[in-house]
């Protein structure tokens, strides 16, 4: 089984530039989420979609930061103008009953 | 609001030596619990959750843990520690058993002397 696919792994842009991740999840998990991991500190919960809808964007910097999921499957996080706190790894995770299957991040260095 | 503490952010023990790493919780009602390892370049991979029943739970790689209440505690234990195992764990709490809405630690890093 394919897991949680993402790209770019890694990505430097500079300060006030817009970046763009993707995400493909495991094929037929209703449910994805995007997480902001900061180096040293655990993964902190951006967004959740079930299906197409979002369910919880409490987190979201909604002034800069924007995530959908057409269809129900892909989803896309943009930063835009990014900011130098921005640095970090942004996982994808999709879920499945109670598990949650993580893929393997993108690394993001604003300078 | 939930919350989780991982108190050590480092540990270093021996290979064939026993670990215990720690994991302090705040939930407003029954929580529900994972321990997630991270090797360098790789995304989280679950090792083992708590949702009800027997505290005392198994999971993959010779892991277990144990819940606690009355300590809001779920620490992750391993008798014999290998080489491979060195890596950053992370403890979570969730709101339901479906995994949504997981608020994690800090993370601690284990390293593994041979």
Known sequence: ?111 | AQSVTQPDIHITVSEGASLELRCNYSYGATPYLFWYVQSPGQGLQLLLKYFSGDTLVQGIKGFEAEFKRSQSSFNLRKPSVHWSDAAEYFCAVGSNNAGNMLTFGGGTRLMVKP
């Open chain 1, 1 to 111: 089984e394919a897991g949680v696919a993402q790209s770019p792994r890694y990505k430097i842009i500079e300060k006030r530039q817009s970046v763009a991740f993707w995400c493909n999840p495991i094929s037929g998990h209703a449910t994805l989420y995007w997480y902001q991991q900061i180096l040293g500190q655990g993964p902190k919960l951006l967004i959740q979609f079930q299906n197409n809808g979002v369910v919880d964007d409490s987190q979201l910097p909604k002034d800069r930061f924007s995530a959908e999921r057409l269809k129900g499957v892909d989803s896309t996080l943009k930063i835009q103008p990014a900011k130098l706190e921005d640095s970090a790894v942004y996982l994808c995770a999709s879920s499945w009953r109670d598990e949650q299957f993580f893929g393997p991040g993108t690394r993001l260095t604003v300078l």
